[in-house]
């Protein structure tokens, strides 16, 4: 088994792990602690000793014995008869359960901002160390640390017990858990800051924990179409810029590259998705990318039935940016006075105030209807409103060719 190989087993294996202690012991942040201590000596010993028969046994087994050595150091007695407990239940046959699910729930509680479950799920269910989500994120490793520890104190704190939630309550947790992997997926497709337009390790990540959602819950629609979504959109990464890392807008990728596994998986699952019986966001966002994934060309996008999805969607999901991408849509269909005239309804929106998108989608369009000097102005706007280094090349280029 090569290192890459090793490295993919206990990425796998990790939330399964965690899942598994957590439901018995309950403290999730000292049995994080203890498999992070298993991971660590699986990855030094197995390339010597070769990977066990049972691997994921064990790897609870030695987390589980790191757990107890830890309630034993506490000199509390309260904490010293829970390590008694601890030591004489430790199995040496250990339940083939997944608790993936139930420990996304967990890191997603209700009481964590956004940004604390999407650090605490990359930490706990994606395996990453705290040094690989803060460069992923571009904070310092000690405020990721910090951010990590107050999601962990904040779950303790709300008592919250690892048990899968029921009726409306279970179907809300799963959209907040969608949302960050959706979060996630984003800012690995386009990064929101830094030198690099998108981080692919990140998007995979992504993928991979949709994925292991998609395994438990393959009957779900928003769970298909979320991962549909994501393969459909991460196959195009390869055109999405030049060599020297400029950004290509989509109408001038070369769709020979857009890589046809993960285009023909994620066209499978957006028409398995739209299958049942009701609609959701991420449904009709996969059937968009669906739709794109079809042209040959750009030429030969249907932008009649991209407009009409997502008309669909801003009745479902209202959200300006929707708005934004509808107005694209209805420019491509209609003409850019049509596109423009759409964007105008969002110039009151606070939301939308200064950004970058906003001010780029006007600049295209109206570049496309003439206004050269309107579309320069915005275009060196967008450029100054956009973090993103590869964007603020690819608007400042744009506002140049209008200039010479």
Known sequence: MTAPDFEDLLRDLTPQVLGTLVRRYGRFEGCEDAV??????????WPEEGVPDNPR????????????????????????????????????????????????????????TAASQTALTLRAVGGLTTAEIARAFLVPEATMAA????????????????????????????????HVLYLIFNEGYTASSGSELHRADLAQEAIRLARMVHAQLPEDGEVTGLLSLMLLTHARRAARTTAAGDLVPLAEQDRSTWER??????????????????LGPYQLQAAIAATHADAATA?????????????????????PMVTLNRAVALAERDGPKAGLALLATLDGDQRMAGH???????????????????AYDHYRRAA?????????????????????
Do not use: M
């Open 36 to 45: 992070q201590e298993a991971v660590l000596a699986a990855s030094v010993q």
């Open 261 to 278: 596994d993960l285009l023909d998986e994620g066209t499978a699952l957006a028409k398995a998705a739209l299958a049942g019986p009701e």
């Open 299 to 319: 030429e030969e996008t249907d932008w009649a039935q991209v407009h009409a999805l997502y008309l669909i969607l801003e009745r479902i999901a209202p959200n």
């Open 147 to 178: 951010r990590i520890s107050r999601a962990k104190q904040r779950i303790r704190a709300a008592g919250s017990s690892f048990a899968l939630p029921e009726g409306a309550e279970r179907e809300e947790r799963l959209r907040v858990v969608l």
């Open 57 to 112: 046994g064990w790897l609870v087994t030695v987390a589980a014995r790191r757990l107890v050595d830890q309630i034993r150091s506490d000199h509390a007695r309260r904490e010293r008869e829970t390590a008694t407990t601890a030591a004489e239940v430790v199995p040496e046959e250990v339940p083939d359960t997944d608790d993936t699910l139930l420990l996304l729930f967990l890191c997603c509680h209700p009481s964590l």
């Open 384 to 404: 100054k409103a956009t973090a993103s280094l590869a964007e603020q090349r690819f608007l400042e280029t744009r506002a140049r060719r209008l200039q010479a």
């Open 356 to 374: 970058h998108r906003l001010l780029s989608v006007r600049a295209h369009l109206l570049e496309r209807s003439g206004d050269r000097a309107g």
